[in-house]
């Protein structure tokens, strides 16, 4: 049972457009998630994170959008940059209060940025 | 510099034959955390261990064991049990206790494959 989803498995994106990358969660204990870049034969690199009590968090060029009541939450980059052709991955946890619990991820979404 | 070191890089094995993949991490995280990835698929957890000397099963345990006897170090032997172990293993590490981000910082792979 896939509890982070991401439908699609590829995405190309001409540079200097925007890159949206989509996922969706199941479990209504999650109340953390992090998308994490990795490029091949490298381990994954966290990029950024949202918590449930808010709806967007940015930086840089890199901006993440939570829809809690859609179980929904999406990256956004722009503009898109060769540098960030990659597999990009969500995943979420639920939140101890003794801190993080393990994450669960999706099946990653591989971004292809075309100059 | 602190981080995850994961060696081998790349090992073969024959069938039936144990192998141990080592990680080791100087961030003085408490807990560590191996995850498998399979093409087309997320990272899945084998196991994890939120402090010296204790450890949980993930996802995917069986066919896997690991042991937690120093903070920076927690191996994972990959035993003739596991059906299919021909995979890329990440490592991984975290803070525990309040105020910690979630955030995973992991090693850069091992790629093991079955002959």
């Known amino acids: 049972d896939q509890q982070v989803k991401q439908n699609s498995p590829s995405l190309s994106v001409q540079e200097g457009r925007i890159s949206i990358l989509n996922c969706d969660y199941t479990n209504s204990m999650f109340d953390y998630f992090l998308w994490y870049k990795k490029y091949p034969a490298e381990g994954p690199t966290f990029l950024i994170s949202i918590s449930s009590i808010k709806d967007k968090n940015e930086d840089g060029r890199f901006t993440v959008f939570l829809n809690k009541s859609a179980k929904h939450l999406s990256l956004h980059i722009v503009p898109s940059q060769p540098g960030d052709s990659a597999v990009y991955f969500c995943a979420a946890s639920p939140i101890s209060n003794f801190g993080n619990e393990k994450l669960t991820f999706g099946t990653g979404t591989r971004l292809t940025i075309i100059p | 510099d602190g981080g995850i070191t994961q060696s081998p890089k790349y090992l073969f094995r024959k069938e039936g034959q144990n192998v141990t993949l080592s990680c080791e991490q100087n961030l003085n995280h408490d807990a560590m955390y191996w995850y498998r990835q399979d093409p087309g698929q997320g990272l899945r957890l084998i196991y994890y261990?939120?402090?010296?000397?204790?450890?949980q099963k993930g996802d995917i345990a069986e066919g896997y064991s690991v042991s937690r006897e120093k903070k920076e170090s927690f191996p994972l032997t990959v035993t003739s049990a596991q059906k299919n172990p021909t995979a890329f293993y990440l490592c991984a590490s975290s803070r525990q206790g309040r105020g910690s981000t979630g955030e995973l910082f992991f090693g850069e792979g091992s790629r093991l494959t079955v002959l």
């Open positions: 261990s939120q402090i010296v000397n204790d450890f």
